[in-house]
């Protein structure tokens, strides 16, 4: 049994964010050496999430609208009671997902062909992480 | 340690459906040899999902018609400037999410008295699938 | 490879109640004696949910009150003809989630500073469980 941990490092421009992240989980998958596995993909921080969906400009932007919608931002969350002021971000990224298991077949992200890995940030601006473990398998 | 993959498609008549895979599950599991484990059930496409809830008719449509009010149907989507039409199956699929983990207890899924998994289409009537993999330690 | 297996039993005195579980989750990777791995922490019921986010007492009663907008209780549910009456409980558990995987790295749960494991009851008052697999390389 093979076992990978690696860290992704995100501070991103803008407060809230997608990102695609799914080069970057391929290329651990590949020095992990895992060929019949798994990699847990899993925001460290709970103003965030990984989600796995479609690399398309317009569904990001519905996403955001979506999310907004179902989680407004600005209203008088109890959380912001304690000077926070990010409320919205903590259920925005439930709704999205916080974490997701990659299947690795043959050595490779066994994904259909228009799954794609996001890391979605709702509070950004800084430092934040993702840590990435990989599980299974050597050749 | 022991890893089996297996694949299971779907085409559903009606363009969104919920069919329990509990039993196809279990028979991949058995297969593989796995006495302590844990099996993954993800969709491969970006407009469906796998989820476990109960196996009741009613709860069923509750959930049709809870996931219409959240994320409906036929809205102008930025999404369907593309040619696309699903918008709405995708944000869906993401409410009910896309995976699920079960954990294998001697040989068998360990599932409460009530959990069923099943495959949520929200744009079907084409041919999708769903990737088991199921891994651990063999008896 | 190892591989541990146990459970969580909660009998919650409220209808619906969040209940950190973090330590109880360490304990058990601990006495687990896996080093590099992952701890699946599953509820095994369909009313009840497992997430990860803020310990802040605030937040908790945001998450409760936004539940209740999503997933309004009380409703004609068509769950409700078979003699029930938790249908909301179905959906909210839906929103939260029913299952975390969390990153066992160096013998240790490898959490973000924030983060926190939490069982979600929305349908308490009775004997429920959680299964917790744990599942690596030892040490």
Redesign the interface.
Known sequence: ?K?L?DYLWFNTPKRREMVRITDQVADIVARSGVH???A?V?????TSGV????W????I???GA?LET??PSGLD??????GEDN?DA??KR????????L?I?GGKL???P??QVFYAEFDGQRRK?V?V?V???GT
């Open positions: 049994m076992v941990t019949e596995g798994i847990l899993s925001a460290m921080h709970i989600y796995v969906n479609d398309e400009e317009g569904l932007e519905d996403f979506w179902l989680a969350y109890r959380h912001h009671q304690t409320a903590h259920l439930t709704i999205m997902g916080h974490q997701v298991i299947p077949t066994d994904l259909g228009w799954e992480r840590v473990k599980l299974g398998e």
